[in-house]
């Protein structure tokens, strides 16, 4: 499992990496592209559940993706530990409660 500090030295490590190649001109664009793409969005994804908005429309579209409510929040809360080394919500009645989302 990663940490929030893991993934990003990862993505500082695979940015230089694209530098150093582009200096040589080894990559190709579709390369560094997709490199960069994967950094940016790794990034987005953690400002993403850092912050209350976030964490919820990154719950509502977890929801397309699984079979219950709770899986979805289960998913995403993991993604969270992933990146932060703690869960963002004890568990899913705790999530629900935070949101109010007993009232939707």
């Known amino acids: 499992m990663e940490t929030k500090q893991t993934q990003l030295e990862t993505n500082l490590e695979n940015l230089q990496y694209l530098l150093d190649q582009t200096k040589k001109g080894i990559l190709e664009t579709s390369t560094i592209r997709k490199t960069l793409y994967n950094s940016i969005n790794s990034l987005c994804c953690v400002e993403s559940l850092v912050s209350v908005k976030g964490f919820l429309n ?4 977890e929801l397309t993706e699984h079979e219950t409510k709770s899986k979805a929040f289960d998913d995403l809360n993991e993604r969270y530990k992933n990146y932060f080394g703690e ?3 004890k568990d899913f009645k705790e999530f629900r409660e935070f949101y109010r ?3 939707i």
């Open 58 to 61: 990154l719950y509502f579209e």
């Open 87 to 89: 869960y963002k919500f």
């Open 101 to 103: 989302l007993d009232l």
